[in-house]
């Protein structure tokens, strides 16, 4: 089975940085495509970015592109989004998600496993 935990979010300024972790527990990572989805209060949950499995592409959601960095590091098996230049409208519940295909997607329905979530806040 499959669990997930995500760990690192917390209050900044606007323009600082923070670094998600999501650690993974129960079976390797290497086999799942692993995207990051937030919320922020009153609205949809929404895909931030998607590592693949077997080749390691990345993608990014437009309003993200040149400040967040998703990366994997399979020996201890856990995935981090690195959130530079943060802004107001980046504030949300942060989620880490797992898909069993190996490939990406930026749908939310495509996920087959969720962690809890962690709160991310940034003021002006």
């Known amino acids: 089975q499959l669990q997930l935990v995500e760990s690192g979010g917390g209050l900044v300024q606007h323009g600082g940085f923070l670094r998600l972790s999501c650690a993974a527990s129960g079976v390797t990572l290497d086999y799942y495509a692993i995207g990051w989805f937030r919320q922020a209060p009153g609205k949809e949950r929404e895909g931030v970015s998607c590592i693949s499995s077997s080749s390691g592409r990345t993608y990014y959601a437009n309003s993200v592109k040149g400040r967040f960095t998703i990366s994997r590091d399979n020996a201890k098996n856990t995935v981090y989004l690195q959130m530079n230049s943060l802004k107001p409208e980046d504030t949300g519940i942060y989620y880490c998600?797992?898909?069993?295909?190996?490939?990406?997607?930026?749908?939310?329905?495509?996920?087959?496993?969720w962690g809890q979530g962690t709160q991310v806040t940034v003021s002006s």
């Open positions: 998600a797992a898909r069993t295909p190996y490939y990406c997607s930026g749908q939310r329905d495509d996920y087959d496993y």
